[in-house]
């Protein structure tokens, strides 16, 4: 570590011991929730407290008093405090209530001695003695899994307790005959008429409208319908019911219409990442978190026609499914709250904390593959396995520990193909994941937990096709010309340890996350053409890397003296990066001479091999190694402080700002704001209203990435060469160094709950980006000192202006033991390129028209899905329908001679455009509850085997189709088991 990267660390903490040592001088009061108290009294004491979280959910208390009590102290302060009694239960319980006249709390004796195993009374009547009665239980979801915090109330009085983290609870209750009635947010309550010794209670799903969330706010008392900003929350065991579930790009896609997770073919490295776009912006514009800390991006750099073009995004589908509780979404700029990259919106992937449970799921599905023409190919392919495991077990009392362990295979597909791509369709996949998420008290006020993984894929996926009589080919090893296979090794691996707690009534969470993302490449069934038949048919092309390592401190509190509550959070982050590209073996990347020695500018021309007059290309076909001048080792470091505040000025009006500086080291400053507001027009309905700045720094790989490869234009392959933006040879551009993407980001929500079970929530956007890097066209590399016919650069490059529209509507219907559950979402978006940075240089090659389409296309003009659960008893049927909207797209026809459409430039470009029609999908789940403990699940995604348009071979996949959200394989049939214990 350098030593202005040390210096920064020791700031940190510096900082960090500062503010606590000021703040502990400035605040002699700190009024909290009466229950978030008793949390703390709980924990400090080891006792537990059972309450109405009804009656006592208004009251405060000023804590600073409790923290150097005993708990005989702290009982008797808390009744003089509050208007509440306190009594001993034994068994380190208390129950805490309202004195009221004959309740049977008063026929205790007041006279009370606490202890934290013994307790003396006053004797109690015989005959109540023999009325007294405890009652345990536990509360669970339809997954059976623990409902933590679940209300127990007894009907008819004022008694009631919450449950454990395990689920469970113990009761005293006042008369045998009441009954009890068991609720949590996002559950349809119970009712329990007869009550037993212990009770086993199971709450069923209702319309979640009211989550506590981490994203977007800090406070973890703000619910979602009263947040400033507007946010989704995926529970994944709700979706579970209604999707196969195999991947997380998969699953977010089914549930938020604006974003996009397009699967590609023949796109070199994202054939084996998929790119995921939200709102239709880069993949790296969106944020990624793991409970709440920020996850590493890939060392990819997506290129040719993939969506997300010339941009990194981090990669999701590294982390299985099975690990996930739920997925929260930001839909909205939070550059101001959590730095680079959250232009669009943040994701936060919460992982699961039970602590006893075992899961384990088994998917078993296959494509329908009759849309192909090749006989031999028709039926089915694409087959596909997926096994998980998540196992949750307690460490000591407190402390838990949750494991999962994911295994996916996927083989190819296989669509019509074309004369330059035989082999279209998705890679084969083969991913072996664990994930582990742990948190275990070291004190009474300090918690450490850790999270983090492994994921390691190895990818299969066809390149271009090489004919038989191409200067590409050697007929004495592929007679009938060849398909060349691009194989990768990508292992990502992440670990996060931190220590939260409470000091002097400031909420505090130190933490150091590191992430790294390894990709190999491997190319197979190839050749390198100037080696002639002694050429290899295998190749180690080498790869590249990136990692990074995050330190944050996080502060909060709330000072509930202040309007009606002001909650502040603040922090600091130190963050390093590293980006390495490697080199492959000699072969994959070098010319031969006819004797066998790599070619050289001394060469003589008749010594370089050739065919029909043709030089061969060296290298490995399909995809050509990274050479020793490719290699790269950059690091950079990032300083940033931010301060996040959010206050109720009202009951009704909740008003957030955040500001935040963040210092690059090659870029330099950025600072940006945030204002957002939460108005309750009525106490069914809020609107919401935000502004802010953000930015996006230029990652390392689009300063840093080169490569020479071969690019088809048209069908005809010519080498290209892609040069880092700190090469010389882009200043003789005009090209300046890259600098940071600005934003402004305005959004406008209204949220309508109408009845209990009916939601509605519309919202509208406006992204205006300045500076987006793009990656340019293909210049003239002819009069350059490079054996390369193109060039290209990343650059700085246009400025785009996106507007938009989400809503949804829900709506939840029960009849005794059946529901009903419907969705509307949708997402309406459209994007414009304001103004193009090209300088002096030809606007058209710079960044034509068919790259304009490409990033336009990559906001679809709107997504609708249609979503209908009907749930009875031990059987739910599930029904989606996704309608995908229309798309244009420019082929490389655009490029061809005028002259070929009668001088005409309007017959070239109607001739160019690819018109991919609005469709239409239908994915429909059947899941029956065998027992218990398992359950039986089998349906399809695109039922009816919908396919995009249909093009010529003139798309950039070289396939019959591009690559659009729809996808281009078809119907999938699959059947899942799902045992729980």
């Given at each position: 570590m350098t030593l202005k990267n040390t210096y920064r660390l020791y700031l940190l903490v510096l900082v960090f011991f500062t503010l606590f040592s000021f703040q502990g001088v400035s605040q002699e009061h700190n009024y909290i929730f009466l229950a978030d108290a008793l949390d703390e009294i709980s924990e400090r004491h080891k006792v537990f407290f059972t309450y109405n979280?009804?009656?006592?959910?208004?009251?405060?208390?000023?804590?600073?008093?409790?923290?150097?009590?005993?708990?005989?102290?702290?009982?008797?302060?808390?009744?003089?405090?509050?208007?509440?009694?306190?009594?001993?239960?034994?068994?380190?319980?208390?129950?805490?209530?309202?004195?009221?006249?004959?309740?049977?709390?008063?026929?205790?004796?007041?006279?009370?001695?606490?202890?934290?195993?013994?307790?003396?009374?006053?004797?109690?009547n015989s005959n109540f003695e023999n009325e007294k009665r405890i009652i345990r239980g536990v509360v669970l979801d339809p997954f059976y899994q623990p409902i933590r915090k679940a209300n127990v109330i007894e009907n008819n009085t004022q008694n009631g307790t919450i449950t454990r983290n395990d689920g469970s609870f113990e009761l005293e209750m006042v008369s045998n005959d009441n009954s009890l009635t068991i609720s949590h947010i996002g559950f349809t309550s119970e009712r329990v008429l007869s009550v037993e010794n212990f009770n086993t209670v199971i709450l069923k799903s209702g319309v979640q409208l009211d989550e506590v969330f981490i994203v977007g706010s800090r406070n973890s008392k703000r619910q979602k319908i009263d947040s400033p900003v507007s946010t989704e929350v995926i529970d994944v065991q709700n979706v579970v019911r209604k999707t196969d579930l195999l991947e997380v790009n998969q699953l977010i896609q089914t549930e938020i219409p604006s974003f996009n997770a397009t699967k590609q073919s023949g796109s070199d490295g994202a054939d084996h990442i998929i790119p995921a776009t939200y709102r239709g912006l880069g993949p790296d514009q969106t944020l990624v978190l793991i409970n709440g800390k920020r996850r590493h991006q890939t060392s990819l750099i997506n290129l040719y026609g993939t969506r997300g073009r010339g941009n990194s995004g981090t990669d999701l589908n590294t982390i299985p499914t099975s690990a996930i509780k739920r997925i929260e979404v930001l839909k909205d700029g939070a550059s101001a709250q959590y730095g680079s990259d959250a232009i669009a919106g943040v994701i936060n992937i919460v992982l699961k904390d039970n602590p006893n449970t075992t899961n384990i799921n088994s998917t078993f599905g296959f494509y329908n593959a009759a849309n192909n023409e090749d006989d031999s190919r028709k039926g089915i392919d694409g087959l596909t396995f997926k096994t998980d495991v998540n196992y949750g077990g307690k460490i000591g009392e407190n402390g838990f520990i949750n494991l999962s362990a994911e295994f996916l295979t996927k083989g190819h597909t296989f669509r019509q193909g074309t004369n330059i791509r035989e082999n279209y369709g998705d890679a084969a996949v083969t991913s072996s994941s664990l994930f582990f998420n742990s948190e275990l008290p070291i004190s009474e006020s300090i918690n450490a937990y850790t999270n983090g993984g492994y994921n390691f894929k190895n990818t299969r996926a066809y390149a271009f096709t090489r004919p038989f009589d191409s200067e590409r080919n050697v007929v004495s090893i592929y007679p009938d010309g060849f398909n060349p296979v691009i194989t990768s090794n990508i292992s990502d691996k992440s670990l996060t340890i931190g220590f939260k707690g409470k000091f002097k009534g400031w909420n505090v969470d130190f933490s150091n996350s590191y992430g790294d993302n390894y990709f190999h490449y491997f190319i197979k069934e190839t050749l390198n053409a100037t080696l002639l038949e002694n050429s290899p048919s295998e190749f180690d092309a080498g790869g590249h890397s990136l990692n990074q390592n995050t330190t944050n401190i996080d502060l909060s509190k709330q000072f509930s003296g202040i309007l009606n509550g002001l909650h502040v959070a603040l922090g600091l982050e130190?963050?390093?990066?590293?980006?390495?590209?490697?080199?492959?073996?000699?072969?994959?990347y070098l010319s031969y001479d006819i004797n066998g020695l790599p070619v050289t500018n001394t060469t003589p021309i008749n010594l370089i091999p050739t065919l029909n007059g043709v030089i061969r290309p060296g290298g490995s076909q399909g995809f050509p190694g990274y050479a020793p001048s490719n290699e790269v080792d950059r690091a950079r470091t990032s300083f940033s402080f931010y301060l996040d505040t959010e206050i109720d000025i009202t009951k009704k009006w909740i008003l957030a700002t955040a500001i935040r500086y963040e210092n690059y080291s090659d870029f330099g400053n950025s600072i940006n704001t945030k204002i957002a507001s939460n108005y309750k027009i009525t106490p069914k309905s809020n609107l919401r209203f935000s502004f802010s700045t953000g930015f996006r720094a230029p990652s390392l790989a689009q300063i840093y990435y080169n490569l020479k490869f071969t690019n088809y234009i048209d069908n005809v392959p010519m080498e290209s060469f892609l040069i880092a933006n700190n090469d010389p040879i882009t200043r003789q551009f005009g090209i300046q160094r890259l600098k940071e993407e600005k934003a402004v980001n305005y959004s406008l929500g209204f949220n309508y709950r109408i009845t209990k079970n009916i939601n509605l929530s519309i919202d509208a956007y406006h992204i205006y980006i300045k500076d987006r890097i793009i990656l340019s066209g293909n210049f003239d590399a002819t009069l350059l000192n490079t054996d390369a016919e193109n060039v290209q650069f990343f650059a700085n490059g246009v400025n785009t202006s996106t507007y938009g529209t989400d809503f949804r509507f829900s709506w939840l219907k029960n009849w005794n033991d059946a529901k009903f559950n419907l969705s509307l979402t949708g997402n309406v978006n459209t994007m414009n390129i304001t103004r193009i940075h090209n300088k002096d240089l030809d606007a058209e090659t710079f960044f034509g028209i068919r790259e304009r389409f490409f990033l336009k296309a990559s906001a679809p003009n709107h997504k609708i899905i249609f979503n209908s659960i009907i749930s009875k008893g031990k059987f739910s049927w599930s029904n989606t329908i996704t309608r995908f909207s229309s798309l244009e797209l420019i082929d490389w026809q655009i490029l061809n001679p005028i002259s070929e459409f009668n001088n005409s430039s309007e017959e070239r470009f109607e001739a160019a455009i690819d018109k991919y029609d609005a469709k239409y999908t239908l994915d429909s789940h059947i899941s029956y509850k065998l027992n218990k403990n398992f359950s039986f699940q089998f349906g399809a995604n695109n039922l009816f085997n919908t396919y995009p348009t249909v093009q010529g071979e003139n798309t950039d996949s070289g396939g019959l189709w591009d690559a659009v959200q729809m996808g281009s394989n078809g119907a999938f049939y699959y059947s899942k088991v799902l045992a729980n214990f």
């Open positions: 979280p009804i009656v006592i959910k208004s009251d405060k208390v000023d804590i600073t008093p409790f923290e150097k009590l005993s708990l005989e102290q702290s009982i008797s302060l808390l009744k003089k405090l509050t208007p509440y009694e306190l009594e001993y239960l034994g068994n380190n319980y208390y129950v805490v209530f309202k004195p009221k006249k004959s309740s049977y709390y008063n026929r205790y004796s007041t006279n009370v001695v606490s202890g934290n195993n013994t307790i003396s009374r006053d004797s109690l130190n963050k390093i990066e590293n980006y390495r590209i490697f080199a492959g073996e000699e072969e994959s």
